[in-house]
């Protein structure tokens, strides 16, 4: 196959690193011209070689100190192999360690401008891009702040925010999303749905076996710096997790009921943006949950009630109105939701300005963990969905937490009650 059909070649790299005792040896080893090694070697890779096509999503999977970091690092020119060779057929852009490329003296809106430059992007085109960079990152005054006074969270917003306008052929993600909060995480997984759907290559690292599903069409899995399998990602996932399973020789203290609720209840409680399309004639104008004592919360007990609330106006006189909702976990996943049409209730009419609100209710039957909304208000009157027109969608509209209850554990990501007799 040509190089025109791939976008990475790795072959047989390898990268060993010198493991000094004390600073003294490394100035030691520096002039010692005898041979005597005063160093032990590591060896970070041992000869990888495999490649990606051009639009595939490739997930990296293994345990820390696997190698994932160090690869992505080679593949993005920031670390050079001990050897064997790298080849990239177009621009690489990529999101490692949180900072990098980044001047911490320079401010938010300094950085991006720099950052353009070393892509090779023209000032007059980024200053056309710097609005859609500005609003994506959503980090307000602080654009014009020098970035070593960002969070973590900041500085992952306007990282990805950044790279992701960098016009990349091949985009590069390791774990920086980790330190984001909720709303942007699920911004960033629908973002990169967008570019994998405009055909640009992706190499992806995460610990979640279920974003490396989600995105990724294809995985490789290393372990001790050795390439020890490729294939789909629904193959690799399973090989690395029994391989996770058969290593575990200790277990995990998870954090106390009321630990988790305290830091879930302290955490800013921030609307997603999310992504907006459709006509437009009839639009939503609020959405919010609401728990048992009728406030809105962003917190849920597993088996607590809960409720939607979707507020809707129209510009024009309608009938046949049909809202909807799915929820998905951080990573993307669909989950569960319904719509009014398919419920069979009764469909919403609208004159022009007026407003209506709709009230889906649900148990939580969700493991403990982060979660979005999304919604949509359409006209349909076929049961396939045939005739349908979408007024409004919104990916990602809101967010919420679940917390577990100590005394019902769920081990799997949705919980349907059960009957057994015996």
């Known amino acids: 196959m040509s190089s025109n059909h791939f976008a990475i070649r790795v072959d047989q790299i390898n990268k060993v690193y010198k493991m000094y005792h004390s600073p003294s040896d490394r100035l030691i080893d520096f002039f010692n011209k005898s041979g005597n090694k005063r160093f032990e070697t590591f ?17 990296i999977v293994g345990k820390n100190g696997s190698g994932k970091s160090t690869l992505l690092q080679i593949i993005a020119g920031t670390v050079t192999p001990t050897s064997g060779t790298i080849e990239t057929f177009g621009k690489v852009v990529a999101l490692l360690e949180l900072g990098s490329g980044f001047n911490p003296d320079f401010t938010g809106r300094e950085n991006v401008y720099l950052n353009a430059a070393m892509y090779g992007i023209s ?16 980090i307000g005054e602080h654009i014009d702040q020098p970035v070593k006074t960002y969070s973590s969270g900041m500085f992952a917003r306007l990282a990805f925010s950044v790279a992701i306008n ?115 004639e009839v639009r939503f104008t609020d959405i ?24 809707v106006c129209s510009d024009i006189s309608i009938d046949n109105i049909n809202l909807s909702f799915l929820i998905r976990d951080i990573t993307g996943i669909d989950l569960f939701g319904t719509t009014m049409f398919d419920e069979k209730a009764p469909l919403v009419s609208l004159k022009p300005k007026e407003k209506k609100k709709v009230f889906f209710s649900f148990p939580i039957q969700l ?31 809101t967010a919420f937490e679940v917390f577990r209850k100590l005394d019902r554990p769920v081990h799997y990501k949705v919980h349907y009650p059960i009957e057994i007799k015996v």
């Open 123 to 138: 000032r007059e085109t980024i200053e056309k891009k710097f609005e859609e960079i500005e609003m994506f990152a959503d």
């Open 43 to 59: 060896h970070a890779l041992q000869s990888v070689t495999f490649s990606v096509k051009k639009g595939d999503t490739v997930g």
């Open 288 to 311: 919010c949950m609401i728990n048992n004592n009728n406030e809105q919360s962003r917190v849920y007990e597993f088996g607590e009630q809960a409720t939607l609330m979707c507020e």
């Open 367 to 397: 493991r403990q963990g982060s979660y979005s909304i999304s919604v949509a208000v359409n006209r349909v009157t076929s049961a396939d969905y045939s005739d349908v027109y979408l007024y409004e969608q919104i990916d990602g509209a």
């Open 166 to 280: 960098m016009e990349p052929d091949i985009l590069i993600v390791d774990e920086i999303l980790a330190v984001g909060d909720v709303s942007f995480q699920a911004k960033c997984v629908s973002k990169m749905r967008q570019l994998k759907d405009q055909g640009i290559t992706l190499l992806f690292v995460s610990h979640s076996v279920d974003s490396i599903k989600s995105m990724c069409n294809s995985a490789i899995l290393l372990k001790n710096g050795k390439l020890i399998e490729e294939g789909t990602a629904e193959k690799i996932t399973n090989r690395y997790l029994a391989m996770v399973r058969e290593e575990m020789n200790e277990s995990f203290d998870e954090k106390k009921n009321n630990e988790y609720e305290e830091e879930v209840e302290n955490q800013s409680a921030v609307e997603l943006d999310g992504f907006k399309y459709g006509t437009g």
